[in-house]
């Protein structure tokens, strides 16, 4: 059988085990539910199923799975019977999960030769949204139009594309490209989270909505499992936040968003959580305790402190709960963190949260005008976390 992007042939001795595979593979690309469980059924009718294994590896780390490696050693061991470029595929995508100057460099080299990989292509693009600074609005969306050609009536490359272009500014075009998505799988979670994102961006709560409340009518049974259900259930809490119905959308957050219940990997599940109790602490002015699950939490995520994004997250965190301790925390984590390019950031995001809390609020605002525009991109994520320190930086301004 063979891949159906790639066009190459998958090495599998069972052709249930293969269309399985490319089953996984289209759940994977639209964060939907089943994809752990087609995989794991390939690898029982074809337990040397290499291609299988190392997709099974990138579901279990991506949601963080505690035996993730026994997936990759599986799919390093079953790679040996594999073909060349089976083999390579594997590799490049390996590396990524792992994310090296060297890893992407052959990534972007691999591509060259396989532009229909969307698998390696889409975890290359996410590592730039998290790592490529100021830069990334330009190298994701470069990365996307350099396989167009090959993948231009793709579902999920359209709704990538389309996510890029409007996080790069072009949100007419991101628009049109995300709608022919959904057009074409409309049960997409992947799809839905990028149109909802575009939205945000534009201020159109009430669209927004409108549009996730009857995407979940329609589609909600067969994505209640999916990665990225959590997430669409937080724009739609957010959008009702925004829209002023706070008690169904705190509502929404806690059966669907926080630690305990949401359906995300790590820093989704981070950025959900911080992102929304921050939003509320800075408009109602009142601290909430924080449950042991988002305490749980952020120990999960605490090596990755020196990050911008997860400093921003986690002392967000804290904020909401007017944990001025847990802020301090945070500050000597990130000073004690080995050098990087990015801790200032860290630090800068960390200390104007806690200069906020304690009521210093024109020290607050200074900090933040030192964090350049392009430093602000560079904090990682999508324009969500860029908006969300505009209003931190609004409320000082405020409040001063």
Same mark, same amino acid.
């Given at each position: 059988m063979l891949d159906a992007r790639t066009g190459k042939p998958l090495s599998s001795e069972s052709a249930e085990a293969a269309r399985l595979y490319l089953q996984a593979v289209d759940l994977i690309l639209g964060s939907e539910s089943g994809a752990a469980a087609a995989?794991? +059924?390939?690898l029982e009718l074809d337990k040397d199923f290499a291609m299988a294994a190392a997709a099974r590896y990138y579901v279990a780390l991506d949601v963080g799975e505690t035996d993730a490696g026994v997936f990759r050693e599986w799919a390093v061991r079953a790679a040996l019977q594999a073909s060349d470029w089976e083999r390579e595929h594997i590799e490049v995508l390996i590396g990524l999960m792992a994310p090296t100057a060297a890893a992407r460099a052959r990534a972007l080299s691999y591509i060259e030769t396989m532009p229909g990989d969307l698998l390696v292509i889409s975890q290359l693009t996410r590592n730039m949204f998290f790592y490529d600074g100021p830069e990334k609005l330009q190298t994701v969306l470069a990365v996307f139009e350099s396989v167009e050609a090959t993948l231009a009536h793709d579902w999920a490359f359209l709704a990538r594309l389309g996510f890029a272009a409007s996080e790069a500014g072009q949100r007419r075009r991101g628009r049109a490209l995300i709608e022919r998505a959904l057009a074409i799988r409309p049960q997409a979670l992947y799809s839905i989270h990028a149109l909802a994102h575009l939205l945000h961006d534009e201020g159109a709560a009430a669209e927004s909505a409108a549009l996730l409340r009857d995407w979940l009518k329609r589609h909600e049974a067969g994505a209640r499992n999916g990665q990225m259900y959590g997430h669409v259930q937080w724009h739609l809490a957010l959008s009702e936040w925004q829209m #002023?119905? +706070?008690?169904a959308a705190m509502a929404r957050y806690l059966a669907y968003c926080a630690p $305990? *219940? *949401? *359906?995300? #990997?790590? %820093?989704? *599940?981070? $950025?959900d959580c911080g992102g929304f109790l921050l939003r509320d602490y800075l408009k109602s002015g009142q601290p909430r305790p924080l449950g042991k699950d988002v305490l749980d939490h952020i120990e999960t995520v605490w090596s990755m402190l020196g990050h911008p994004f997860v400093a921003l997250h986690v002392a967000a965190l804290y904020a909401s709960a007017g944990d %001025?301790?847990?802020?301090?925390r945070c500050e000597a984590g990130i000073a004690a963190?080995?050098?990087g390019d990015k801790l200032a950031v860290s630090l800068a995001l960390v200390s104007s949260l806690l200069y906020y809390v304690k009521g210093e609020y024109l020290r607050a605002a200074q900090t933040l005008a030192g964090i350049s525009p392009g430093a602000r991109i560079g904090i990682g994520g999508s324009n969500v976390e860029r908006i969300l320190v505009d209003l931190l930086e609004a409320r000082c301004q405020a409040r001063r």
């Amino acid at each position: 059988m063979l891949d159906a992007r790639t066009g190459k042939p998958l090495s599998s001795e069972s052709a249930e085990a293969a269309r399985l595979y490319l089953q996984a593979v289209d759940l994977i690309l639209g964060s939907e539910s089943g994809a752990a469980a087609a995989l794991d +059924r390939a690898l029982e009718l074809d337990k040397d199923f290499a291609m299988a294994a190392a997709a099974r590896y990138y579901v279990a780390l991506d949601v963080g799975e505690t035996d993730a490696g026994v997936f990759r050693e599986w799919a390093v061991r079953a790679a040996l019977q594999a073909s060349d470029w089976e083999r390579e595929h594997i590799e490049v995508l390996i590396g990524l999960m792992a994310p090296t100057a060297a890893a992407r460099a052959r990534a972007l080299s691999y591509i060259e030769t396989m532009p229909g990989d969307l698998l390696v292509i889409s975890q290359l693009t996410r590592n730039m949204f998290f790592y490529d600074g100021p830069e990334k609005l330009q190298t994701v969306l470069a990365v996307f139009e350099s396989v167009e050609a090959t993948l231009a009536h793709d579902w999920a490359f359209l709704a990538r594309l389309g996510f890029a272009a409007s996080e790069a500014g072009q949100r007419r075009r991101g628009r049109a490209l995300i709608e022919r998505a959904l057009a074409i799988r409309p049960q997409a979670l992947y799809s839905i989270h990028a149109l909802a994102h575009l939205l945000h961006d534009e201020g159109a709560a009430a669209e927004s909505a409108a549009l996730l409340r009857d995407w979940l009518k329609r589609h909600e049974a067969g994505a209640r499992n999916g990665q990225m259900y959590g997430h669409v259930q937080w724009h739609l809490a957010l959008s009702e936040w925004q829209m #002023g119905d +706070r008690d169904a959308a705190m509502a929404r957050y806690l059966a669907y968003c926080a630690p $305990a *219940t *949401t *359906t995300c #990997g790590p %820093i989704l *599940t981070l $950025a959900d959580c911080g992102g929304f109790l921050l939003r509320d602490y800075l408009k109602s002015g009142q601290p909430r305790p924080l449950g042991k699950d988002v305490l749980d939490h952020i120990e999960t995520v605490w090596s990755m402190l020196g990050h911008p994004f997860v400093a921003l997250h986690v002392a967000a965190l804290y904020a909401s709960a007017g944990d %001025i301790a847990g802020l301090k925390r945070c500050e000597a984590g990130i000073a004690a963190a080995a050098e990087g390019d990015k801790l200032a950031v860290s630090l800068a995001l960390v200390s104007s949260l806690l200069y906020y809390v304690k009521g210093e609020y024109l020290r607050a605002a200074q900090t933040l005008a030192g964090i350049s525009p392009g430093a602000r991109i560079g904090i990682g994520g999508s324009n969500v976390e860029r908006i969300l320190v505009d209003l931190l930086e609004a409320r000082c301004q405020a409040r001063r």
